[in-house]
């Protein structure tokens, strides 16, 4: 089991930039995936990263905007999120998938943070 703490939320105006982060304690060489959902509306997949950097996935909204990475040494996982949109407001989610299949499905993830808001004004 891992524990995740998400960190890095706030509020930014509309094309500015945040770095989420996820710190993770316990079990930690996973693939790791970060989620978001909107007010109303359903989880979804943002991004995630094997568990040694080297495959990264990206949902088409956030492709070429946002980058994942990671740092095992601290056990962290980082998203960088550049020209930011009001559409990307939502609370961020990382988890953690010890299989390392299904990338993009939620379903696959064990291990869930508490998230961290992020509201983009326009």
């Known amino acids: 089991q891992v524990q995740l703490v998400e960190s890095g939320g706030g509020l930014v105006q509309a094309g500015g930039s945040l770095r989420l982060s996820c710190a993770a304690s316990?079990?930690?060489?996973?693939?790791m995936g970060w989620f978001r959902q909107a007010p109303e509306k359903e989880r979804e997949f943002v991004a995630a990263?094997?568990?040694?950097?080297?495959?990264?996935y990206y949902a088409d909204s956030v492709k070429g905007r946002f980058i994942i990475s990671r740092d095992n040494a601290k056990n962290t996982v980082y998203v960088q999120m550049n020209s930011l949109k009001p559409e990307d407001t939502a609370v961020y989610f990382c988890?953690?998938?010890?299989?390392?299949?299904?990338?993009?499905?939620?379903?696959?993830?064990?291990?869930w943070g508490q998230g961290t808001q992020v509201t983009v004004s326009s």
């Open positions: 990263i094997s568990w040694n950097g080297g495959v990264t």
């Open positions: 316990g079990r930690t060489l996973f693939a």
């Open positions: 988890a953690a998938n010890p299989r390392g299949s299904g990338l993009q499905n939620q379903n696959q993830y064990s291990d």
